[in-house]
Nanobody
Framework: QVQFVESGGGLVQPGGSLRLSCAAS????????MGWDRQATGEQRELVAD???????RYADSVKGRFTISGDNAKNTIYLQMNALKPEDTAVYFC??????????WGKGTLVTVSS
């Protein structure tokens, strides 16, 4: 079972920045991709960004140009730098691990609140 250590969430004013971190351990298989999903109250969970072990990244259209995902394969750790935050970015952000066999695991999440 994958264990996650997620950190970096909190309260920030519109236009501000936050940096999320996620370290994963205990995977029984090879991790192929890590990323962040988010879920706002009353909404479906959605992809924010992910990064493969080859460094290929994907972003939701709503965060392109504002968020940057990076990772350290050796440490199974990823980071999400979030700039120019908007109130609509408010959500619980879940770290995600995708293994080569297709198994997907999520952390418990960290709350990001963007409000004045």
């Amino acid at each position: 079972q994958v264990q996650f250590v997620e950190s970096g969430g909190g309260l920030v004013q519109p236009g501000g920045s936050l940096r999320l971190s996620c370290a994963a351990s205990g995977s029984s298989g090879t991790i192929y991709q890590m990323g962040w999903d988010r879920q706002a109250t009353g909404e479906q969970r959605e992809l924010v960004a992910d990064i493969s072990i080859h460094g290929k990244t994907r972003y939701a259209d709503s965060v392109k140009g504002r968020f940057t995902i990076s990772g350290d394969n050796a440490k199974n750790t990823i980071y999400l730098q979030m700039n120019a935050l908007k109130p609509e970015d408010t959500a619980v952000y879940f770290c995600k691990v995708v293994e080569l066999d297709g198994m997907v695991s999520w952390g418990k999440g960290t709350l990001v609140t963007v409000s004045s």
